[in-house]
Nanobody
């Protein structure tokens, strides 16, 4: 059993930056690969980024590659999403998720645990 809590969302202008955090409890954090997903109104939840249990392997959606960076600090049981050069189309509720395994997955249905989400709004 894992509990995840996101924070760091807010309202920013296009071109700005935000850093999202997701803190986990209840299990050995390093036993899980982690992912970030987002969901805009009227749209399905989409993959953003994932990171392996060790932090050595990362993967990004094409839409955010080069702008977003996922990282983790297992000592703090926390995963981060640094978002730079934000665009209005990045506006969504962002969720972190955990899955048992080493690499993670881009498929939302494969994740075992989810946070409550944090709103990111990018104005033009």
């Amino acid at each position: 059993q894992v509990q995840l809590v996101e924070s760091g969302g807010g309202l920013v202008q296009a071109g700005g930056s935000l850093r999202l955090s997701c803190t986990a409890s209840g299990r050995t954090f390093s036993s899980y690969a982690m992912g970030w997903f987002r969901q805009a109104p009227g749209k399905e939840r989409e993959f953003v980024a994932r990171i392996s249990w060790s932090g050595s392997r990362t993967y990004y959606a094409d839409s955010v590659k080069g702008r977003f960076t996922i990282s983790r600090d297992n000592a703090k049981n926390t995963v981060y999403l640094q978002m730079n050069s934000l665009k209005p189309e990045d506006t969504a509720v962002y969720y972190c998720a955990a899955v048992e395994g080493t690499l993670g997955t881009v498929v939302a249905g494969n994740y075992d645990y989810w946070g409550q989400g944090t709103q990111v709004t990018v104005s033009s």
